[in-house]
């Protein structure tokens, strides 16, 4: 699903092998502001489909990627990990999300989190 100008909501469908392939497929340029190479991001969106069954289920017009998760991590070691990569992908999550946040604070959210949103500003 994408978001237009003005709260309209569309449903899309990408002929891709795998939903993070379809980032790049359609030429989503959400974060641009940060990386201008959208298959760096499908790349790191692949790695989650793997390691956690992550799904993409929502891009916006405005930099928004909304995952669904199967499988979050189950541990503390992992959680931080995977907080740190989530940092990496998106710093923006923390810098003006959550600017308080610490890494391990955020982790303890991922130990639970079955959707995962990132925004780039």
Same mark, same amino acid.
């Given at each position: 699903?994408?978001?237009?100008?003005?709260?309209?909501?569309?449903?899309?469908?990408?002929?891709?092998?795998?939903?993070?392939?379809?980032?790049?497929?359609?030429?989503?340029?959400? *974060?641009?502001?940060?990386?201008?190479?959208?298959?760096?991001?499908?790349?790191?969106?692949?790695?989650?489909?793997?390691?956690?069954?992550?799904?993409?289920?929502?891009?916006?017009?405005?930099?928004?990627?909304?995952?669904?998760?199967?499988? *979050? *991590?189950?541990?503390?070691?992992?959680?931080?990990?995977?907080?740190?990569?989530?940092?990496?992908?998106?710093?923006?999550?923390?810098?003006?999300?959550?600017?308080?946040?610490?890494?391990?604070?955020?982790?303890?959210?991922?130990?639970?989190?079955?959707?995962?949103?990132?925004?780039?500003?």
């Amino acid at each position: 699903m994408t978001a237009r100008a003005g709260g309209e909501v569309r449903l899309g469908l990408v002929a891709t092998r795998r939903g993070a392939d379809a980032l790049a497929a359609m030429g989503w340029g959400g *974060p641009a502001n940060y990386v201008n190479d959208v298959a760096k991001v499908s790349a790191v969106v692949r790695s989650w489909e793997d390691r956690f069954g992550a799904r993409v289920i929502y891009l916006g017009d405005h930099s928004t990627l909304i995952l669904t998760v199967a499988a *979050p *991590p189950t541990d503390i070691a992992t959680a931080e990990l995977v907080a740190a990569e989530h940092f990496a992908f998106c710093p923006d999550n923390y810098w003006q999300g959550a600017p308080d946040e610490t890494v391990a604070g955020y982790a303890m959210k991922l130990l639970s989190e079955r959707i995962w949103r990132f925004w780039w500003d």
